[in-house]
């Protein structure tokens, strides 16, 4: 209920970054006292989330995915706001960026970057939302929050002003520039935070980060926002963020020092492990002889470790550490044994593995057949105009299960292929089933929109599918106008499914024209660029490391027909992959929806299990490569107990997380590590692999809804049902392929039973 002395009841608040930090803590905390939320983030998956904690406020909430950086269609997305809406009463520009670089390494493109969504889209942001607040005689407010507080409010305000009276000012650009000039001029900050914090005003020039001795703070209490949102927020253990504080509970501080220990590697952001790691740390940078390691639970100091190396390998005292939290302190030793350095700290947990048993398989096949039918029934909710005679999802990516409510964000390139593919296997498998015919015709309607719906073939990347489409029209949230460019693979391998079983040779040739282009498109190396423009084929994001999406469409391709050229390509992209990310762990750059992340910071393992299949087929003298990328997935994103330390899921377990900046248990996931579990026996004969896989598909059948859904964000048995209901049906298709695996090997073997 919202505090007499500030209610805000009736009232419509905006608050940019709010998928999580304080701008999640804001969207609550002005819910809490009364206001409906519009939630503007470019993380699609954290605004979910924060959804469903402002409607347990009781108020309407409305989720706006958009990427401040496109300054351009900033106006647009206000006018559009509005139209729907109809008010905004409160903007809170909290959403920010913030590159780790030091000064002299900054680029021109992150410089830019940063400016244009720290100083510029608040700015425009408020510019907008004047000119309809003054047309709708709504006195609101704009506030700052976060790096956004560079665009200078007026002091006195504390924080926050009108634009109206905005609008009204003369010379209302100078104050904001002049405000973003005093990281770079500041001499007291020679190497200036990437971002800083506005929670409170102090007084005019303060240390970088710090307010200048005796500075007031002045800041208000805000009834129904906890105390912490005042200031730094308790932090979980987790990874270091963009768009969190520079410097809260000492957060990327160690760059600023000459002498530091810098965690380093595939673990340097983990948050929990199920088998023993190796930290490692850039000794370069200590000044060390040697150095000491401390690990702490709660009750103190467990273990101690001298090491002459910059790294520490744990499997020795893994076993005598405890479950739950630990806190390893690394001591930078010099030869007498003072400390040359500033120490380093990690927080992780220790979580629980697998328990061994081996589970009895439930009915699969009655859990597919159940999802199929729900995954082929029509739209339950409004039908626009270039929907009609569609399947449902091909303009949306998720829904509420429960009402049927769709969302209009749509990954074509990603989801499109999950429907064929899933369709046309569940057709073959159960081909008497009455859902059958359908299934084929649906994937059949999916392969002609894509053929339908494609960039120009006199653009770079010629006849490519759209990666990301929004409310009609291509492009949106994170990506803007830029494709994920190895995603055209995916849908050549789902052409290929078409053309076997439709004959049709459209499909066919759709699948050689994009290996063809892709191949142009390959660097040297092997590699690939993540996002690129297709029109120019200009790289917009450089690292991904899912080669191995073309390199499987190749190898298909080959199989039909040979091309050395393609033979050649393949091979090369396989040397990258194996010198890449199986020799350093950088598996990163996969999704539509997700913004660029500093190396490790944002690990996920979606090619990882393709590329253990492919090693599996094509080369077994790799077998105990393969065994170990599978140990990473079962380490950083299997959740084999219900009660994991770190993720919370409370949802049948073993649960697949997806990737580190969305740490939550998705059944698409959880159906691709099937396949990867399924091949994995069939190469070792090893029984521990098809306990896993079988336990694994248990728990996927025991989160589905009465309406047949899977559920993609887990399933809480305390109620029996999902905490969030926002599934997604292209994740439901990948775990139905996980499922007809399983009863494929059921029917071969025999084995799991």
Same mark, same amino acid.
């Given at each position: ?11 419509? =608040?905006?608050?940019? $970054? @709010? %998928?999580?930090?304080? /701008?999640?803590?804001?969207? #609550? &905390?002005?819910? +809490?006292?009364?206001? *409906? ?104 407010? =704009?506030?700052?929050? $976060? @790096? %956004?507080?560079?665009? /200078?409010?007026?002091?006195? #305000? &504390?924080?926050? +002003?009108?634009?109206? *009276? ?120 200590? &000044? ?466």
């Amino acid at each position: 209920m919202a505090s007499e002395s500030f209610d805000l009841t009736g009232r419509v =608040a905006v608050v940019t $970054g @709010a %998928a999580r930090g304080i /701008g999640r803590v804001l969207a #609550a &905390g002005l819910a +809490a006292v009364g206001a *409906d939320i519009v939630a503007v983030d470019i993380d699609v998956p954290a605004l979910q989330d924060v959804t469903e904690e402002i409607r347990g406020h009781g108020r309407q909430v409305w989720v706006r995915p958009q990427d401040l950086s496109r300054l351009a269609d900033l106006p647009e997305f206000v006018d559009a706001m509005w139209a729907e809406i109809g008010r905004v009463d409160v903007l809170v520009n909290n959403a920010g960026v913030a590159y780790i670089e030091r000064f002299n390494d900054i680029t021109a493109k992150s410089w830019r970057h940063t400016m244009s969504v720290n100083l510029d889209a608040p700015f425009l942001l408020t510019q907008r939302m004047a000119e309809h607040m003054i047309a709708g005689g709504i006195r609101g407010r =704009a506030a700052t929050a $976060g @790096a %956004a507080a560079a665009c /200078g409010l007026p002091r006195g #305000a &504390g924080g926050r +002003a009108s634009p109206v *009276d905005l609008a009204a000012r003369r010379c209302g650009h100078r104050r904001p520039s002049r405000r973003g000039l005093l990281g770079v001029s500041d001499p007291a900050a020679p190497a200036p935070a990437p971002r800083g914090r506005l929670h409170a005003e102090p007084c005019q020039r303060p240390r970088l980060g710090l307010p200048a001795a005796g500075a007031p703070l002045r800041a208000r209490r805000v009834p129904g926002l906890p105390d912490h949102a005042r200031g730094r927020h308790p932090r979980t253990p987790h990874r270091p963020r963009r768009g969190s504080c520079a410097f809260a509970a000492g957060g990327s501080m160690s760059q600023h020092v000459a002498r530091a220990i810098a965690f380093t590697g595939p673990t340097a952001y983990a948050t929990r492990f199920v088998y023993p790691p190796t930290l490692t740390w850039d000794g370069k940078r200590t &000044g060390a002889a040697r150095y000491e390691v401390l690990i702490a639970n709660g009750a103190g100091v467990v273990r101690r470790e001298p090491t002459d190396q910059p790294r520490v390998d744990l499997t020795q005292m893994w076993e005598q550490l405890p479950y739950g939290p630990l806190d390893v302190m690394v001591l930078g030793l010099g030869p007498d044994g003072t400390e040359t350095c500033l120490a380093g700290h990690r927080r992780f947990a220790k979580a629980p593995g697998f328990d061994g048993v081996a589970q009895a398989p439930l009915d699969w096949a009655d859990a597919v057949r159940r999802n199929m039918a729900y995954l082929l029934a029509p739209a339950r909710d409004e039908v626009r105009p270039y929907e009609r005679g569609l399947p449902r999802c091909a303009w949306s990516s998720f829904e509420d299960s429960i009402t049927g409510q769709r969302s209009h964000v749509s990954f074509p390139a990603l989801h499109a292929p999950s429907y064929i593919m899933g369709f046309l296997r569940f057709a073959d498998a159960f081909p008497d089933d009455r859902l059958a015919a359908e299934a084929r015709h649906q994937a059949d309607r999916y392969g002609e929109w894509l053929l339908t719906h494609r960039h120009p073939a006199d653009w770079t990347c010629a006849l490519f599918p759209y990666s990301t489409l929004e409310h009609g029209q291509v492009g949106g949230v994170v990506e803007g106008t830029a494709i994920t460019l190895v995603r055209a693979a995916r849908v050549g391998e789902a052409m290929m499914e078409l053309n076997r079983a439709t004959g049709e040779p459209r499909y066919l040739d759709y699948a050689w024209h994009l290996a063809r282009r892709l191949r142009d498109l390959q660097r040297p190396d092997g590699s690939w660029p993540y996002r690129v423009q297709p029109r120019t084929g200009e790289v917009v994001e450089e690292y991904t490391s899912n080669a191995i999406a073309p390199v499987r469409l190749f190898e298909l391709l080959e199989e039909i027909e040979l091309d050395a050229s393609l033979t050649a390509a393949r091979e090369r992209a396989v040397e990258w992959i194996l010198a890449g990310p199986v020799r350093d762990g950088l598996w990163q750059g996969m999704y539509e929806d997700v913004s660029e992340r500093l190396p490790y910071e944002n690990l996920q393992h979606w090619d990882t299990n393709d590329t253990i299949t492919y090693l599996l087929r094509r080369r077994p003298d790799l077998l105990a490569v393969t065994k170990e990328l599978n140990r990473y997935i079962e380490d950083q994103f299997v959740v084999w107990q219900p009660r994991d330390p770190v993720v919370d899921v409370r949802c049948p377990t073993p649960a697949v997380l997806e990737q580190y900046v969305c740490y939550k248990p998705i059944e698409a996931h959880a159906g691709r590590w099937l396949v990867t579990l399924t091949a994995l026996h069939e190469a070792t004969g090893e029984g521990g692999y098809l306990d896993k896989a079988v336990a694994t598909a248990n728990a996927i059948v025991r989160t589905q809804q009465p309406g047949g859904a899977f559920s993609t964000w887990g399933f809480d048995e305390r109620f029996g049902r999902p905490l969030l209901t926002l599934d997604w049906p292209g994740c439901n298709a990948e775990a139905v392929i996980g499922l007809l695996r399983m009863i494929d090997q059921k029917a071969t073997t025999g084995a799991a039973t």
